[in-house]
């Protein structure tokens, strides 16, 4: 009986081991192109065996191209394999390794992806009960490519329900002649929405086609014209558009494997095309000069030459979604995505972010005030001195005064003309003068860049950031003037230029920054000697994190004491978008950088335009709009001040291009605003209809990005067509989503506010967040509106000194980059911690651009009270998705003497590793004064993240602060009841507002999850933490330069003995020995994180 029982209790366990193992073999996987089931793997001898294996295992799981796209099982491909825990993910890693397979990336959750061959992940999964699975083509094209996909199918369901119909395939007349044909025949308007439903979403899918192939970066391809004709038709050229794609090769690429790509691919695709194109469909066969005219481009210079992993190619439109499949199907290919064009995002605003405040007085007399109160830093020598900073942009003029050195004028220009005197590095060349007093290294690309500026937008930012002219040219080393408006915000700091404007395809504001920033771009500033980048570009249309946004977080992974400044974009007018910072500027390691006013309290105030809806349902729409009007005519903000709330009702048009008279009932248009839809008719003739209708203003929808202006209702004879009348255009995709919105029924109001404006408000163009995986950006904000700086030469020889203003993005980053070389001067010259240089307790030291990032945003100044014009809303406390932690103010951030509140402290820890999961550090020694509040902020660079993963954040820390037995979390509100640890961002702030004297502070950085250790066993995760407020005391860390400091300080003299009795010597007192440096705080296991209560009480601490 005995025996019968424990033979069933081990039958039991063997059934539930077997369970487990089933359980932990299975998993599906999220990524950004959908989902993928892994299982455990058995060895297998080829990718038909494993496919039968997976029928086997489950049906109905692959889509139509899941299929595997090579029979070999010896050749690398890509797959995602899963782990349980980090000792799984070493054994897991050591394998791989040893079968010669390269680890790329993490996915969430506990999976890698990795380049391997099937026989070693089939066996290695099967050993160490792994769940694997093979990534198919689909998964390696990128979601942005959707909107050209989704215009494609819109197209071909429109061109069958239309096949029947007459009206015109040109957007343009199809909006008016459906309606005009819908009236004359008698349809009732239900029938008529019905049809123009449809318009609106075939063109609305064409608006966002066309919004991604403006963004593209393009190559143009001329070939004399064989038509018959005059000689000047002969003579004529064809010219095609060809648009970029971004292509990630697998890393380890043999050198034949990178040869093969430049030949084989550009012939492969050319003949893939041309079969592809041989069907004829509804136009024809094309031309053989048209098949040459679009043969694809491969542009793989970098790639053959072994300094980056992506390849560039140029397709015509109809050929990118064949050309993307092709390639998706290579096994040497990891990721296709848009390769987006880097576009440029285009003092008094130096008083701002140095002293924190601006009045009236400073504002319109700047040299009226001490310069001590307006440029304290640059008053206490702090102007960017030993400092180098990197820029990409149009080029910069070197004959202007503010960079110009009389004693190597020319020697650039002439190096880069001449290959023989300049180095190369990838696609680039570049020349080094060391002596030059502001620029130190010029480099241009080898596809664009002159070495000069005709454009400006590059000499305007290095204004920004280091402009200086000379009171004496002769004399660069003394005479340089600091105090005028257009001086740049480091004005002793170098420069490191990349010129990058020109090449095929370039226009004014089109740069050709190279996509792989980690291999091609940041490394030519290292090569200067620079620590900063500043960089006044981006694309406008992606948002997500891509191939060249995981370059600078991989970039800064390996170099952490380098830190980059980026443009957050242009684009906060897309009020429909769901996200509007620009890529790169999404990256996790960077500093993102939006866009605010220069104003003082009480400057004045400005309209903001809204939309507000109630949908059928009783929801509500509230949404900015930012239409361009006409200055000829009535104001929509004098017409909405006359309504009662300032409020006008919103009418579509019937028909809906206005080009006849209007049918809407003469009683809902009067007094409304009529949106129109651009028409076969003129401007002067849709606003004519408008007023005889009885309608108060004319709203008309773009027909394209590129036409987007403000319209003039002048007719034939120049003279306006109209007498009462507001006119005005909105952007395309918004005018069509508020038809769409009354056509289903719901009811708009346009609305006008009247806002004060100052130093506190965010302009409408600069990009809000947050990021798709819900990440904060931007991080920072600073003057981005009327910012005076250097202008080219080029259009105005006559002066070498000119200047003039500028706005966006664009400005406001290089004001950001050049007082961030301010923040490092003053480490590295001992400021560090009192504030003066002459300190005895001065700890000069060498940030990381870790530290930096955390100093900038531990001393931001919230905007809590202002208006962000992008979002139409007051904002509340910082942070939030239109301000990021506030505007920069070096005085919040950096103590100095004389200028600053000496009740304010800062303390740093700098240069954090953290090499096993679970670690972490406390660190203590400050003490609440209860003067004012205290920030704490920890900030890392986290490993570079797949482009592929829902989430872009890898590894996770977090950062808590104890105070009087309650527990603060990161990047939560000081009084929330249930705090919730951070799991999205690298950056966390505690911020507390009003501790009472005497409390003391413990601060605890932990690493939650470590999952680069799985790919990169040898890099620890980094960190550095910046505390600033009113509290006593020194963090007591090693990490701490101004507590090793006092270590190092010797003890104070002894006071003199008193005088000895008349017969007796006074004993000598011992000599004392000099004090060891106090005990630091070692990293450590934490206890098990309790589940935050409300008001946590200190967990007891272990003993040290």
């Known amino acids: 009986m005995l025996r019968l029982r424990f033979c069933l209790l081990a039958y039991t366990l063997l059934l539930f081991n077997r369970q487990i193992r089933t359980v932990a073999a299975t998993k599906r996987v999220t990524l950004r192109t959908g989902h993928v089931d892994l299982r455990q793997l058995v060895p297998v001898a080829s990718f038909s065996q494993l496919a039968r294996d997976n029928v086997a295992a489950q049906s109905g799981t692959s889509g139509a191209r899941d299929a595997p796209i090579s029979s070999d099982a010896a050749t690398r491909r890509l797959f995602l394999i899963s782990y349980n825990d980090s000792t799984h993910a070493a054994e897991l890693r050591d394998a791989l390794v040893a079968g010669g397979a390269s680890m790329l990336s993490y996915i969430p959750e506990n999976t890698l992806l990795v380049a391997a061959s099937l026989s070693t992940v089939s066996r290695i999964s099967s050993q160490l009960n792994a769940s694997a699975a093979a990534l198919s083509s689909k998964h390696k094209i990128s979601p942005d490519w959707e909107p050209i996909l989704t215009a494609a199918a819109a197209a071909v369901a429109a061109a069958a329900a239309t096949s029947n119909s007459s009206s015109s395939s040109s957007g343009r007349a199809r909006a008016g002649d459906t309606s005009q044909s819908a009236a004359a025949s008698g349809s009732s308007a239900i029938q008529e929405k019905q049809q123009q439903m449809q318009w609106l979403q075939s063109s609305l899918a064409k608006v966002q086609a066309s919004e991604l192939l403006s963004q593209l970066r393009t190559l143009k391809r001329s070939a004399p014209s064989k038509g018959s004709g005059s000689d000047a038709a002969a003579a004529a050229t064809a010219t095609v558009v060809l648009h970029g794609v971004a292509v990630e090769l697998l890393p380890g690429l043999t050198p034949e494997q990178r040869r093969s790509i430049a ?9 893939g095309r041309r079969q592809a194109s041989g069907g004829g469909g509804g136009g024809g066969q094309p031309s053989d000069s048209d098949l040459d005219l679009c043969s694809p481009v491969v542009d793989s ?8 992993d ?5 397709f015509c439109e109809q050929d990118i979604i064949f050309g993307v499949n092709w390639l998706a199907d290579r096994d040497v290919v990891k990721w296709v995505a848009p ?11 130096d008083i701002l972010l140095q002293s924190g405040k601006l009045d009236m007085d400073q504002y319109f007399d700047v040299t009226s005030s001490d310069p001590a109160v307006n440029w304290p830093y640059w008053s206490a020598g702090l102007q960017g001195q030993g400092e180098i900073i990197g820029l990409a942009d149009t080029g910069l003029d070197l004959n202007h005064c503010a960079f110009s050195d009389v004693r190597y004028s020319g020697i650039y220009e002439a190096a880069l003309a001449n290959n023989a005197t300049s180095t190369v590095f990838g696609v680039a060349s570049y020349a080094q003068i060391p002596g030059h007093r502001k620029v130190a290294q010029y480099a241009k690309l080898g596809v664009a860049g002159d070495s000069v500026d005709n454009h400006g937008h590059g000499t305007l930012v290095a204004g920004s950031i280091a402009g200086a002219m000379l009171s004496d040219p002769n004399d660069p080393d003394h005479s340089l003037v600091i105090q005028i408006d257009a001086t740049g915000a480091a004005p002793r700091a170098r420069l490191s230029v990349v010129d990058a404007q020109g090449g095929d395809g370039g226009s004014g504001i089109m740069l050709w920054v190279p996509y792989d920033a980690y291999g091609l771009y940041l490394p030519l500033h290292l090569k200067a000697g620079a620590s900063i980048s500043s960089d006044s570009w981006g694309s406008a249309f992606g948002t997500g994190y891509e191939s060249q946004s995981k370059s600078f977080d991989k970039f800064l992974w390996e170099n952490p004491n380098f830190i980059s400044v980026l443009s957050a974009g242009n684009e906060g007018t897309k009020s429909l978008a769901r996200y509007t910072v620009s890529s790169p500027a999404v990256a996790k390691n960077v500093v993102a950088v939006g866009a605010g006013y220069r104003l003082p309290p009480g400057f004045g105030s400005r309209s903001q335009y809204a939309v507000r809806g109630v949908r059928r349902d009783g929801t509500k729409l509230y949404k900015p709009i930012f239409p361009m009007e006409s200055y000829l005519l009535t104001s929509l ?5 006359s309504r009662t709330n300032g409020t006008i009702p919103i009418v579509i048009a019937r028909p809906i291009d206005a080009c006849s008279a209007l049918l809407n009932p003469a009683s809902v248009l009067k007094g409304a605003l009529v949106v129109a839809v651009t028409g076969y008719c003129s401007v002067a003739d849709q606003a004519v209809h408008v007023e005889e209708s009885g309608g108060a203003a004319l709203m008309i929808v773009a027909e394209s990005v590129e036409s987007f202006t403000a319209p003039y209702p002048v007719d034939d004879n120049n003279k306006v067509a109209v007498k009462s009348i507001a006119v005005s255009m909105i952007q395309r995709d918004v005018g069509l989503t508020l038809v769409m919105f009354v056509y289903e029924g719901g009811q708009l109001n346009f609305t006008r506010l009247s806002i004060p404006v100052d130093s506190r408000t965010i302009t409408e163009y600069s990009a809000w967040g947050p990021t798709p995986d819900g990440r904060l950006k931007p991080d920072i904000i600073a003057p981005g509106v009327s910012i005076t700086s250097t202008d080219t030469t080029a259009r105005y020889p006559w002066d070498s000194c000119i200047t003039r203003q500028y706005d966006g993005t664009s400005a406001s ?20 911690p009192t504030g003066a240089p002459t300190d005895p307790e001065s700890a000069p030291f060498t940030p990381s651009g870790m530290l930096l990032k955390a100093l900038i945003i531990a001393g931001a100044e919230s905007l809590e009270g202002g208006w962000a014009f992008n979002g139409g809303v007051q904002m509340g406390p910082a942070p939030d998705s239109y301000q990021g932690w506030g505007r920069m103010n070096l005085a919040s951030s950096l103590p100095l003497s004389g200028f600053t509140d000496p009740r304010v402290r800062l303390q740093l820890v700098d240069h954090g590793e953290f090499m096993t999961p679970g670690q972490y550090i406390t660190l203590g020694g400050l003490t609440a004064t209860g003067t004012g509040p205290i920030t704490i902020a920890l900030t890392y660079y986290d490993y570079p993240a797949d482009p592929n ?6 590894n996770d820390l977090d950062l808590e602060v104890f105070a009087n037995d309650v527990v603060y979390l990161g990047n939560n509100p000081e009084n929330a009841v249930y705090p919730n640890p951070d799991g999205s961002n690298t950056v966390e702030r505690v911020r507390l507002s009003s501790l009472p004297a005497g409390s003391e502070l413990e601060i605890r950085v932990s690493a939650v999850f470590l999952p680069s250790l799985g790919l990169e066993p040898n890099t620890p995760q980094r960190w550095a933490v910046a505390v600033v407020g009113h509290f006593e005391g020194l963090l007591r860390s090693e990490l701490n330069p101004a507590w090793l400091r006092l270590g190092s300080i010797p003890p104070s003299p002894q006071p003199p003995s008193p005088p000895a009795p008349p017969r007796a010597k006074a004993p000598r007192a011992p000599l004392k020995k000099k004090s060891p440096p106090p005990p630091v705080s070692r990293p450590r296991k934490p206890p098990p994180r309790p589940k935050p209560p409300p008001r946590m009480k200190l967990p007891p601490r272990s003993p040290n």
Request: charged share 10%.
């Open 263 to 271: 030949g084989e691919w550009a012939a492969a695709l050319t003949l």
């Open 301 to 308: 210079e970098s790639v053959t030459a072994g300094v980056s």
């Open 310 to 314: 992506v390849v560039s190619l140029y």
């Open 339 to 349: 390769l987006t064009a880097a576009r440029t995002t285009d003092a008094m605003a």
């Open 637 to 641: 903000a004098t017409l909405a001040s």
């Open 813 to 832: 980053t290089p004001l950001v980059a050049g007082h961030v070389a301010i923040m490092r001067q003053y480490l590295r010259s001992g400021f560090y």
């Open 949 to 954: 993963a829902l989430t872009a954040l890898v």
